[in-house]
T-cell receptor, first 112, second 114 residues
Framework: DTAVSQTPKYLVTQMGNDKSIKCEQN?????MYWYKQDSKKFLKIMFS???????INETVPNRFSPKSPDKAHLNLHINSLELGDSAVYFC???????????FGPGTRLTVL | AQSVAQPEDQVNVAEGNPLTVKCTYS??????LFWYVQYPNRGLQFLLK??????LVKGSYGFEAEFNKSQTSFHLKKPSALVSDSALYFC????????????FGSGTRLSIRP
């Protein structure tokens, strides 16, 4: 059973388009996260939700909008994609805030 | 403000030799410390953590880490490296305050040669 899953695994799109990445966890965790990993492998937190409530928004452009329909899902919608948005996006979850996190396999976004 | 540093971008070790991946941190209170590993084209996997208690923490795949408060370090170690240990390793820290978030280091690429 996959603990944290993301779709799609790869996403190639043109500048200016709008795209979404979906994340689901079947661990029963209360907290979910979105991270961005750049080409130098640096990992940066973007958002965190706890029981569907946004608790962290790390100065991410408002073109990025997370949505949590329930505590098992945290989706990421990106409007007006830019070249600099190209990265690998990881979803993660944890039982409590900021303790051991379980990561999804990542979504590699390429903006052309 | 909290921070974490991994001073080595790359560590090269021969198979069978001991390995160390270094991590130092800075927090204003008590730290929670983590090590994660990332294999190519995969998400991060949890290896071990220090919250409180014994300074020597044992984790997955034979790895261990030692919390050293005076040196503010949490180095990852393994007595005998395997080629399959080759991966990217991340140290992470957060303060024990519930409002604090986790910060990841820049990662160290570990390469084990046969």
């Amino acid at each position: 059973d996959t603990a944290v899953s993301q779709t799609p695994k790869y996403l190639v799109t043109q500048m200016g388009n709008d795209k979404s990445i979906k994340c689901e966890q079947n661990l029963g965790h209360d907290t979910m996260y979105w991270y961005k990993q750049d080409s130098k492998k640096f990992l940066k937190i973007m958002f965190s939700y706890n029981n569907k409530e946004l608790i962290i928004n790390e100065t991410v452009p408002n073109r990025f909008s997370p949505k949590s329909p329930d505590k098992a899902h945290l989706n990421l919608h990106i409007n007006s994609l830019e070249l600099g948005d190209s990265a690998v996006y990881f979803c993660a979850s944890s039982q409590d805030r900021w303790v051991t996190q379980y990561f999804g396999p990542g979504t590699r976004l390429t903006v052309l | 403000a909290q921070s974490v540093a991994q001073p080595e971008d790359q560590v090269n070790v021969a198979e069978g030799n001991p390995l160390t991946v270094k991590c130092t941190y800075s927090v204003s209170g008590n730290p929670y410390l983590f090590w994660y590993v990332q294999y190519p084209n995969r998400g991060l996997q949890f290896l071990l953590k220090y919250i409180t208690g014994d300074n020597l923490v044992k984790g997955s795949y034979g790895f261990e880490a030692e919390f050293n408060k005076s040196q503010t370090s949490f180095h990852l170690k393994k007595p005998s490296a395997l080629v399959s240990d080759s991966a990217l390793y991340f140290c992470a820290v957060r303060e024990s305050s519930s409002a604090s978030k986790i910060i990841f280091g820049s990662g160290t690429r570990l390469s084990i040669r046969p």
